[in-house]
């Protein structure tokens, strides 16, 4: 809700003033932890990995650098801080609606030094902005919103780096810790989720984004889902089974478009003898049986759930298995209650570069037990990407308005490289169905009869 200040001279209260401060600790703390992963994914290489093209499905990251920086002068600079534009000349290369990614690496593009140079200068003007500006003006700057949207697009863009990463060839350039290990996941292999209405979307949340808003009631009729998601070694199953050339489990669109592309496992898999290999950040292992399936496509997730007699869930039934709370009836910010995640909760933040064993984070559990609904794996789910009922496009239309429509399938939950300001139980991502270089996954679903 838009909020006017009163123009009368008043003192601002201790409660005040602690809360401002607060919010500008918050919002220096998510730019600078995204400036810093900006830098690792920009300076582990250099020369043709730096400005050249993977894939003409990614940026150059010399782009997505120099993007980064645009989009915080555009908005923290100009719109928040009502500077002069820096480098107005080059808006129009780094608009993303202007320039598709196949084309950016023919542009004039920013050279690595000039992009760093200019994404410092104007992240160094931006913090004093920050240091001077009110949170209860504008519904830009109320909650340090405009702050809080651009840490979620740089990070959302750190994160489309490490997908460009990911399809590099080369030896490796990026490293991280594995997961800990735990125990062989034996527990209950789905959860029912009671019918019933519960209130999707949010109203309160100070940094969610236009798509997310606004709360509303849903009814949801009894279901059960995928206790966890669906694992390689499961997935394993309906290739031996030969789900690839089986047309029954298939779309048509799907069975086609797995024909003309000879696709035969998930992404970045192959074959050697008996055994699967995978491709990961320059690395080739053996692929782990235990630890959730990785780089499918919507399409792929849809058949699999035909094979094994089940669905996909829809958008609706995804987040009342992370959010609802059946003792209190009440809708949480994240699935193990309303504070922010920690480690112990889920896998977040390219902490790690894989997902974590099917089972793990029992701490980031549902009240009804579902767990990983966060981090690890980008969840498909049947949905097309829409509006809410009583949606308005803000601050501008191209983030959400104009991706609504039966083009896009939403995923949910995020992924091992999703950083904790760009993911909460009401955060939605979309994509077209036949995307598989994103860190995409999925678990089933299946409807309860009622008796």
């Given at each position: 809700?838009?909020?006017?200040?009163?123009?009368?001279?008043?003192?601002?209260?201790?409660?005040?003033?602690?809360?401002?401060?607060?919010?500008?600790?918050?919002?220096?703390?998510?730019?600078?932890?995204?400036?810093?992963?900006?830098?690792?994914?920009?300076?582990?290489?250099?020369?043709?990995?730096?400005?050249?093209?993977?894939?003409?499905?990614?940026?150059p990251l010399v782009w997505d650098l120099a993007?980064?920086?645009?989009?915080?002068?555009?908005?923290?600079?100009?719109?928040?801080?009502?500077?002069?534009?820096?480098?107005?000349?080059?808006?129009?290369?780094?608009?993303?609606?202007?320039?598709?990614?196949?084309?950016?690496?023919?542009?004039?593009?920013?050279?690595?030094?000039?992009?760093?140079?200019?994404?410092?200068?104007?992240?160094?003007?931006?913090?004093?902005?920050?240091?001077?500006?009110?949170?209860?003006?504008?519904?830009?700057?109320?909650?340090?919103?405009?702050?809080?949207?651009?840490?979620?697009?740089?990070?959302?863009?750190?994160?489309?780096?490490?997908?460009?990463?990911?399809?590099?060839?080369?030896?490796?350039?990026?490293?991280?810790?594995?997961?800990?290990?735990?125990?062989?996941?034996?527990?209950?292999?789905?959860?029912?989720?009671?019918?019933?209405?519960?209130?999707?979307?949010?109203?309160?949340e100070p940094w969610a984004l236009d798509n997310?808003?606004?709360?509303?009631?849903?009814?949801?009729?009894?279901?059960?889902?995928?206790?966890?998601?669906?694992?390689?070694?499961?997935?394993?199953?309906?290739?031996?089974?030969?789900?690839?050339?089986?047309?029954?489990?298939?779309?048509?669109?799907?069975?086609?478009?797995?024909?003309?592309?000879?696709?035969?496992?998930?992404?970045?898999?192959?074959?050697?003898?008996?055994?699967?290999?995978?491709?990961?950040?320059?690395?080739?292992?053996?692929?782990?049986?235990?630890?959730?399936?990785?780089?499918?496509?919507?399409?792929?997730?849809d058949a699999y759930a035909r094979w094994a007699?089940?669905?996909?869930?829809?958008?609706?039934?995804?987040?009342?298995?992370?959010?609802?709370?059946?003792?209190?009836?009440?809708?949480?910010?994240?699935?193990?209650?309303?504070?922010?995640?920690?480690?112990?909760?889920?896998?977040?933040?390219?902490?790690?570069?894989?997902?974590?064993?099917?089972?793990?984070?029992?701490?980031?559990?549902?009240?009804?037990?579902?767990?990983?609904?966060?981090?690890?794996?980008?969840?498909?789910?049947?949905?097309?990407?829409?509006?809410?009922?009583?949606?308005?496009?803000?601050?501008?239309?191209?983030?959400?308005?104009?991706?609504?429509?039966?083009?896009?399938?939403?995923?949910?939950?995020?992924?091992?490289?999703?950083?904790?300001?760009?993911?909460?139980?009401?955060?939605?991502?979309?994509?077209?169905?036949?995307?598989?270089?994103?860190?995409?996954?999925?678990?089933?679903?299946?409807?309860?009869?009622?008796?």
């Amino acid at each position: 809700m838009d909020r006017t200040r009163d123009t009368e001279d008043t003192e601002e209260t201790p409660t005040a003033t602690a809360t401002a401060d607060a919010l500008r600790e918050r919002a220096l703390a998510t730019l600078l932890t995204a400036r810093d992963r900006t830098t690792l994914l920009t300076s582990c290489v250099e020369g043709p990995d730096l400005t050249g093209q993977v894939s003409p499905l990614m940026s150059p990251l010399v782009w997505d650098l120099a993007h980064i920086g645009n989009q915080e002068e555009q908005w923290l600079l100009r719109a928040v801080g009502g500077q002069e534009a820096i480098r107005p000349e080059i808006d129009s290369l780094y608009d993303a609606f202007e320039h598709p990614r196949s084309a950016r690496p023919s542009l004039p593009l920013l050279a690595p030094d000039e992009a760093r140079r200019y994404a410092a200068d104007v992240r160094g003007r931006a913090l004093d902005v920050l240091e001077r500006t009110a949170f209860d003006g504008t519904r830009l700057t109320e909650a340090g919103f405009a702050f809080g949207m651009i840490a979620q697009h740089e990070q959302q863009h750190d994160e489309t780096m490490l997908i460009t990463h990911q399809l590099r060839r080369g030896p490796q350039a990026l490293t991280a810790p594995d997961p800990e290990p735990v125990p062989l996941y034996t527990g209950p292999s789905e959860v029912l989720v009671p019918g019933g209405p519960f209130t999707m979307g949010t109203g309160t949340e100070p940094w969610a984004l236009d798509n997310e808003r606004p709360a509303h009631r849903r009814e949801v009729a009894p279901y059960f889902i995928d206790t966890v998601p669906v694992t390689n070694g499961a997935y394993r199953a309906f290739i031996d089974d030969g789900g690839y050339d089986d047309p029954r489990w298939w779309t048509p669109d799907g069975w086609d478009h797995i024909r003309r592309h000879s696709v035969t496992a998930p992404q970045f898999w192959r074959r050697d003898g008996g055994q699967w290999l995978r491709r990961r950040f320059g690395v080739t292992e053996a692929v782990p049986a235990d630890e959730p399936v990785l780089h499918v496509c919507w399409y792929e997730a849809d058949a699999y759930a035909r094979w094994a007699g089940r669905r996909l869930p829809t958008e609706a039934e995804w987040e009342k298995a992370a959010r609802y709370d059946p003792v209190t009836g009440g809708t949480r910010r994240y699935p193990w209650g309303d504070t922010d995640p920690g480690p112990e909760h889920a896998n977040l933040g390219q902490r790690h570069l894989r997902p974590a064993p099917a089972g793990s984070y029992p701490a980031g559990e549902s009240p009804l037990g579902v767990r990983q609904l966060i981090g690890d794996v980008w969840e498909w789910t049947s949905s097309d990407f829409a509006p809410y009922p009583g949606f308005r496009a803000f601050p501008y239309r191209e983030y959400s308005e104009v991706f609504f429509g039966p083009d896009y399938k939403v995923l949910r939950g995020g992924s091992f490289a999703v950083d904790a300001v760009a993911c909460r139980g009401t955060f939605r991502n979309w994509d077209y169905p036949i995307r598989r270089q994103i860190f995409s996954g999925f678990r089933t679903a299946r409807s309860a009869e009622v008796g």
